[in-house]
């Protein structure tokens, strides 16, 4: 400890109580004073995620991407415990020793991978995931070593019954290898689950659609993914190819359990069918074997007494009968033999068998038998006549053993046929319908044909000789009966038309049966009878009870029997109508939108705000005051449709905004104030992108096919077609020229439409680019077509690229994977830590800053940031840099949320929530020229526009403006739009009807400011321009 000497003045001036302890707490108050310096010293020196030994603001990505890991280790063991059950399951079943091996193989490529990745997780994740510990090396490890090398040697001299089986032993994992195993390690993996799916369908008993489906998908991916990281050999140890890699585990975690799955439930039936497939055939052997046996025993009694006969009869007895027990001794053993090799599960599958093996042990049994009993019984009817029986037992015998050998030979024929049916049609058709056919055809040949011809026409005429016969027979038994019944004079009373007399009760037992019957029980054979409407023969009416019933027994009808049925049908009918179609009230069906389904507003944090230990306080102090002040202070119905791109120009004097009802509408920007200068109307196609030029004075718009360039007073100085769908457009820095992405090209134009250059990027499908301010890199990004080796994934995502290219060389200078869809990519114009650019991505990937490093000459792209919401947020549109200095990143959400982050640091400085916005965002732009107050707009669905910035509370300058000079209102029903030209949009019909239905209902409820009759006329200017056929307009929306 250090002595510290001390002046005598402050000696002598020190009090008498003071002692060691003032000494103790000087210093520990300097140490203290040391430390605080050393931490602001710290804290000026900014982090981002490469700096992987240091907490850092995206600490809760090693956070997630370590539970993302452990998930996928739990895969990976999940699938490995499945495939020791299917072992140890299938190692009862015959001719399963190749799928043992394969499974084993399997089980130790997984662990290959999982080692990798491990290793791969823990190179990401440091303070989350630790290493493997094989690949720490030193004394003890290699102690360990030998110890378990000795102990393998010893185990070699084991006996057999001892050993562990093959498909129980751990696998074991190489301890030397790199990260740049990766792509062989994929497509050894392919090629194992090729092997193990090929090998599980070698069973016939059992075939799994859903496995094989599971496996060749998986294979497919893999072989995929191997051919896209061969690109990278060498690069496998950067951050970025290691977050790919990475992110790749949970598309393969998607195919792992998968397998699991359909593996478990082979399993549970597959393996049992297979076993009891198996089982059956061995049953059948072994009935044969005990037939065979059983049958060679009586063969062998009844040789002791014909081996004596000595005459010619009785040498061909003996003959039989050898013959009969040879053949059933062999088919006794083939029998076994075959039952046997089928339970042994070594065995080779039966198409890798020769075919006579196959014979021989599967059909050889089976004949033999067949022969066996033949001799015997060809044997046996010999002897009755060699040993001298009688002439009638003699008959008998031969006779009866003629008959059983006919119907053993029919039998056995029949079998034979339909094995034959079976190889030549696979099951399509049965041996019966073979039979007909064959018929079929016999018949109609020319001499048959007319023998069956004749024989039809004899059997029709007796036929109906017999019918005749049949008629009168049954009229004669008719009148016989008439004769001799007492209710002949009813009948034929009856049949004259005159009224039977029925009593009371006859007459209501009808009605009430029918009452009880249900409505669709009536119909045309239970016609419902009204005896309301029946009357007495005289005409006058049928005196009626008070309950309804007649009093009067005898009543014929006064209408005709054909209308009182048709009324009651009709009746019935009617009535069966109204109860089985009951009405029913519809309520109309409410459509909601993403905004009517916000997060409320006392829900909890998910994730605290990140640290801002990188960030200069008095920056922090400065910015964060003046986000917070922000909210809209204008509100304008800007366009009919969606809102689709915004931008303000360099000076911040102007906006543009696209939309999709076909127009472009140029603002002027005066104290923060908005108001309308000039409206950009295309005839054909959706506007989809504005572009300022450099120096603010040019407009370009870019529609399907074509680029129109516009002056900042609305006029269109031309119109640039392009032969193929237009992504996007970028000015190069100087403003002389732009770059028009189409496909995987992106073409150089000037403002004539004169191409200046092309510039390829491979089997890429570019969506967006950016210029380095020297001019001597694009940035491009965008999906994958095919990969090198021209595959295609069959059930994961593409993989996405951020490419560098050269434009000096015409070449792609580095390329960095990425799996989310990335749409668009923004350079900074000033920034502290280099050239940076913010690239943005679909749905709920969450924006990135990577910064352009230069790595013996070559450029390359590093993660610097990810910025991440408090919560998930469905991202709307690209995010951009905010600020003077592009020290602030936004991006909006498609609910609503605004969120800005600081650049440098990736910590959130402002949040505003959904349910104060009120509106469903597409689109934000930042105005960098205005500093103090900032300045942003957002775009939403229903065509608002709306400005953010620092309301003046001191006077209603603003409000008033807003008042008076907003140009034009909303519209409230889409007629304007229907004498347009109709073209395609990726929404749907019914979402486009619910954007103007809301924009009308927001017209209702008076929320937006509606115009007076003093506002200024809206001034439009039309592009000339020649027309072209509509559907090469929507080509690339379609």
């Known amino acids: 400890m250090p002595k510290f000497e001390e002046d005598p003045e402050s000696v002598a ?128 490890v290699d102690d360990k070593i030998q110890r378990d090398s000795q102990r393998s040697k010893r185990s070699h001299r084991l006996s057999k019954k001892h050993r562990a089986l093959p498909h129980v032993a751990r696998p074991m994992v190489d301890s030397n290898m790199d990260l740049e195993e990766f792509p062989n390690q994929f497509e050894a993996l392919a090629k194992e689950v090729t092997t193990f799916v090929n090998c599980l369908n070698e069973f016939p008993e059992f075939t799994d659609e859903a496995v094989n ?11 995929y993914w191997a051919n896209c990281l061969n690109n990278y050999r060498g690069q496998l140890r950067y951050p970025a190819v290691q977050r790919y890699v990475q992110d790749l585990a949970l598309e393969m975690g998607e195919h792992i359990d998968s397998i699991t799955s359909t593996l ?10 297979i076993r009891f497939a198996q089982k059956h055939g061995a049953t059948n052997l072994l009935n044969l074997s005990t037939v065979a046996t059983f049958f060679s025993a009586v063969t062998a009694t009844t040789l002791q007494f014909s081996f004596e006969l000595e005459n010619t009869t009785g040498d061909a007895v003996n003959s039989f009968w050898f013959l009969s027990l040879v053949f059933s001794i062999a088919a006794a053993v083939n029998s076994l033999l075959g039952l ?20 021989w042990i599967k059909r050889s049994p089976l004949i033999f038998l067949v022969l066996s009993v033949a001799c015997f019984s060809i044997g046996l009817c010999l002897f009755t006549y060699a040993s001298g029986q009688s002439r009638v037992t003699s008959t008998i015998t031969t006779v009866f053993t003629v008959f059983t050998s006919f119907g053993l030979a029919a039998v056995s024929a029949w079998f034979a046929s339909e094995r034959w049916a079976f190889t030549h049609h696979r099951g399509k058709k049965w041996l019966g319908d073979i039979l007909v056919e064959v018929n079929e055809k016999f018949l ?68 009430l049966a029918l009452g009880r019957r249900r409505p669709s029980e009536t119909g045309p054979a239970s016609a419902l009878v009204d005896y309301s409407t029946v009357a007495p023969a005289s005409g ?80 922090v102090a400065k910015l964060v005051p003046k986000l917070k002040c922000l909210e809209p202070t204008q509100d304008m119905a800007a366009h009919q449709a969606l809102v689709r791109h915004l931008q303000f120009s360099p000076d911040g004097k102007l906006l543009a905004t696209s939309s999709w009802d076909r127009t472009s509408v140029i603002f002027r920007v005066q104290n923060s104030v908005i108001t309308h200068h000039r409206t950009l109307a295309h005839a054909k196609g959706f506007v989809g992108q504005v572009a300022w030029s450099p120096t603010g004075h040019l407009l370009l718009t870019k529609l399907n096919r074509a680029v129109k360039v516009w002056t900042q007073d609305g006029v269109c100085q031309r119109t640039i077609e392009r032969p193929a769908y237009v992504e996007s457009i970028t000015w190069f820095p100087g403003g002389e020229a732009f770059l028009s992405v189409e496909g995987s090209n992106v073409t150089k134009l000037d403002l004539k439409g004169k191409v200046l250059g092309t510039y390829g990027f491979g089997s890429m499908k570019l969506q967006d680019v950016a210029v380095t301010p020297d001019c001597t890199r694009l940035l491009g990004v965008g999906p ?49 830590a280099g050239l940076v650019a913010l690239v943005s991505y679909e749905n709920k990937a969450p924006p990135q800053l990577w910064k352009l490093e230069m790595v013996k000459d070559v450029a390359r792209l590093t993660l610097r940031h990810t910025y991440m919401p408090k919560t998930q947020v469905d991202f709307a549109g690209p995010s951009y840099f905010g600020g003077k200095n592009d020290e602030l990143v936004l991006c909006a959400g498609k609910a609503g949320d605004i969120h800005i982050w600081d650049q440098e640091s990736g910590a959130l400085l402002h949040h505003v929530r959904a349910q104060d916005l009120g509106g469903d965002l ?117």
């Not at 080692?115 to 510990?133: F, G, H, Q």
């Not at 489906?213 to 998986?218: E, G, K, L, W």
């Not at 951020?802 to 990519?825: G, M, S, W």
């Not at 209603?956 to 008076?964: G, I, P």
Request: with cysteine; charged share 25%.
């Open 213 to 223: 489906a599971s496996i060749s998908s998986f294979e497919g991916d893999l072989k």
């Open 922 to 1038: 597409t689109c934000i732009a930042w105005n960098h020229a205005e500093d103090n107050p900032f300045m942003f707009a957002t775009g939403s669905h229903d065509g608002a526009l709306r400005i953010w910035t620092k309301l003046e509370r001191q006077s209603e300058t603003h409000s008033s403006v807003l008042d008076d000079q907003h140009p034009f209102t909303r519209s409230s029903s889409p007629s304007e739009m229907e004498d347009m030209q109709h073209t395609d949009s990726p929404l749907t019909q019914q979402e486009f009807e619910s954007s103007f239905a809301n924009s009308r209902e927001s017209l209702d409820t008076g929320t937006r400011p509606s115009t007076t009759s003093d506002n200024r006329e809206r001034v439009v200017a039309f592009a000339t321009t020649h027309p072209l056929n509509a559907a090469a307009d929507l080509e690339g929306l379609s």
């Open 13 to 140: 001036g020190r009090p008498s109580t003071s002692s060691r302890r003032d000494t103790i707490l000087s210093l520990v108050e300097m140490l203290l004073r040391q430390g605080d310096d050393h931490d602001l010293g710290l804290s000026h020196q900014p982090t981002f995620e490469d700096d992987k030994d240091v907490p850092t603001v995206d600490e809760h990505l090693q956070t997630a991407g370590a539970e993302a890991f452990n998930r996928f280790q739990k895969r990976i063991n999940n699938l490995d415990k499945e495939l020791r059950n299917f072992s140890n399951a299938a190692r009862q079943l015959g001719s399963s020793a190749a799928i043992l091996s394969s499974a084993f193989h399997l089980r130790t490529r997984i662990a290959h991978i999982l080692y990798l990745y491990r290793l791969n997780a823990a190179d990401l994740y440091p303070r989350k995931i630790k290493p493997p510990v094989s690949t720490f090396s030193g004394p003890e």
């Open 784 to 832: 994958l077509l095919e990969s090198p080796g021209g595959l295609r994934p069959s059930k994961s995502r593409a993989e996405k690229r951020l490419t560098v290219y050269n434009l000096d060389r015409k070449e792609i200078e580095h390329a960095t994977p990425v799996l989310n869809d990335v749409k668009d990519i923004t350079l900074a114009r000033s920034s502290r």
């Open 540 to 619: 006058s009416p049928i005196p009626m009870s008070p309950n309804g019933s007649l009093n009067s027994p005898t009543s014929p009808t006064s209408l005709s029997t054909g209308r009182q049925l048709w009324r009651n049908a009709f009746r019935t009918v009617k009535m069966s109508t109204a109860i089985s179609n009951p009405m029913v009230t519809r309520l109309p069906r409410r459509q909601r939108t993403t905004s009517s389904s916000l997060i409320p507003t006392d829900r909890k944090r998910i994730m605290a705000e990140p640290p801002v230990k990188a960030i200069v306080r008095s920056r």
């Open 444 to 511: 109609q040949l020319p001499g048959i044909s007319s023998i069956t011809h004749g024989l039809r026409l004899s059997s029709e005429w007796a036929s109906m000789r017999v019918a005749s016969a049949g008629t009168k027979l049954r009229r004669v038994k008719s009148i016989t009966k008439s004769i001799i019944s007492s209710d002949g004079e009813k009948t034929s009373d009856v049949e004259n038309g005159i009224a039977t007399t029925l009593s009371p009760d006859d007459m209501n037992a009808p009605s």
């Open 264 to 273: 478990s439930m082979f399993i549970e039936v597959g393996v049992p069918t």
């Open 340 to 359: 046997t090799w089928k339970q042994a599960m070594y065995r080779s599958p039966g198409h890798r068998v020769p075919w006579w093996v196959l014979i």
